[in-house]
């Protein structure tokens, strides 16, 4: 897994401090881990897009301007409801050997059986949330589809990936392969 670094600085926690620091293209946050004091941060927010709008889990190691750096992993992300700018972040520190739970994102790999034969894919979760250790998880989950048949569909519990426990209910489809209605109508025409 790829490790981005980010510059932070610390910050005096508050609504008009914040509001103010958006205005400015800088956005709060907040660091905290089970062993450490949380330490507010303020980040640019050009330098959270390539862990913020990306489709892989990343590692990162926060630089705290007078204080430390740290590993950590994006662990919420809030936005604004009608611009969709970032308005806050938190990050969780991690360890060597220590698990987290984390939002993994599924990347569909291979084409699927029921689209070679007319179907079509309905691709319903995107992300899961899975128990890993954060030096050694994979940045996605690849679920293989090249099996699947029209009718058929791939659920949460189907994902076997050495080292990730998922936590999502099992039987909550990823990905389904159906009969889309033009063709099937067109088939029962063709019988008449």
Known sequence: MSTVSIKA????????????????GVVPGVFYSKSDTPV????????????????KARMISLEIEGA???NCVLQ????D?????????????????EKIVVSM?????GTAEGVK?????DHTIHRVHARVDPHTMPEHLVVDISGLTIGGSIHVGDIKIE???IIDRAENVIVSCYQPRVAASQQGGDKK
Not at 43 to 49: D, E, G, V
């Open 9 to 24: 600085s610390q910050r005096v926690p508050g609504r008009s401090a914040a509001r103010t620091m958006r205005t400015q």
């Open 40 to 55: 507010h941060v303020a980040i640019p927010a050009l330098s959270l897009r390539p862990v913020v709008y990306t489709s």
């Open 68 to 70: 430390r750096t740290v």
């Open 76 to 79: 919420d992300v809030t936005f």
């Open 81 to 97: 409801p009608i611009t969709d700018a970032i308005t806050h972040v938190d990050f969780l520190g991690v360890k060597p050997g």
């Open 105 to 109: 994102p599924l990347h569909l790999e």
């Open 117 to 121: 034969r007319g179907g079509a894919l």
């Open 163 to 165: 080292g990730v426990d």
